[in-house]
């Protein structure tokens, strides 16, 4: 069984610029959630895809957008970075089923992003 | 909007003693939980979990307890090993909302 992969595992971008981060999920999951980790907190929820629609939102602004794609990998887009966009950025796949009871999540390492 | 926090930000305890882990939550519909243990570089590895409808699950050295009555949830590691050194976090959900961690609590185990 795969566990859930993450690319790149390091990036370093310039605040303005714009970032892609990607996300392989967990064989058998159906459901992707993308977290925000900043230095010493829990991880913060960013937004869930489930049949490659957004179905549920965290507080973040507009220009943190998402995709989930057929085969259930996803990708994390980040516009206008700031400064306050540094940290790590965990993907999480779980699956959906019979009664819509979710498993619990499983994550990848994350990516850590470092704006300057 | 509703958290969940943890009482102790450190806990320090030595090879082969028992450690509990504390979480308080505050939203009274959440209705599953889970622990989840986090290591330097890594993602959240999922520990155990727990729905309202039980107060007590046990796993392999591990027991997680749930409290309703006063919104408490706890973690006890048997044997607690050097490499149990993490962070942990509980996470609270209520019916199919995502995920909402709390701050999370460094557990050292010194040999």
């Known amino acids: 069984e795969t566990g859930v992969t993450q690319s790149p595992t390091h990036l370093i971008k310039t605040r303005g610029q714009q970032v892609t981060l990607r996300c392989s999920s967990q064989?058998?999951?159906?459901?992707v959630s993308w977290y925000q980790q900043a230095l010493g907190q829990g991880p913060q929820f960013i937004f869930q895809?489930?049949?490659?629609?957004?179905?549920g939102r965290g507080n973040f602004p507009p220009r943190f957008s998402g995709l989930q794609f057929p085969n259930y990998s996803s990708e994390l887009n980040v516009n206008a970075l700031e400064l306050d966009d540094s940290a790590l950025y965990l993907c999480?796949?779980?699956?959906?089923?019979?009664?819509?009871?979710?498993?619990?999540?499983?994550f990848g390492n994350g990516t850590r992003l470092t704006v300057t | 909007g509703e958290s969940v926090g943890l009482h102790l930000p450190t806990l320090s305890v030595q090879e082969g003693d028992n450690s509990i882990i504390n979480c308080a939550y505050s939203?009274?519909?959440?209705?599953?939980f889970i622990w989840y243990k986090q290591e330097s570089g890594k993602g959240p590895q999922f520990i155990i979990d727990i729905r309202s409808n039980m107060d007590k699950r046990q796993g392999q050295r591990v027991t997680v307890l749930l409290n309703k009555t006063v919104k408490h949830l706890s973690l006890q590691i048997a044997a607690t090993q050097p490499g149990d050194s993490a962070v942990y976090f509980c996470?609270?959900?209520?019916?199919?909302?995502?995920?909402?961690f709390g701050k999370g609590t460094m557990l050292l185990v010194s040999p």
């Open positions: 996470a609270e959900r209520s019916g199919y909302s995502t995920l909402t």
């Open positions: 064989s058998g999951h159906n459901t």
């Open positions: 895809y489930y049949r490659e629609e957004e179905n």
């Open positions: 939203n009274s519909a959440s209705d599953y």
């Open positions: 999480a796949s779980s699956s959906i089923g019979q009664g819509l009871i979710n498993s619990p999540l499983h």
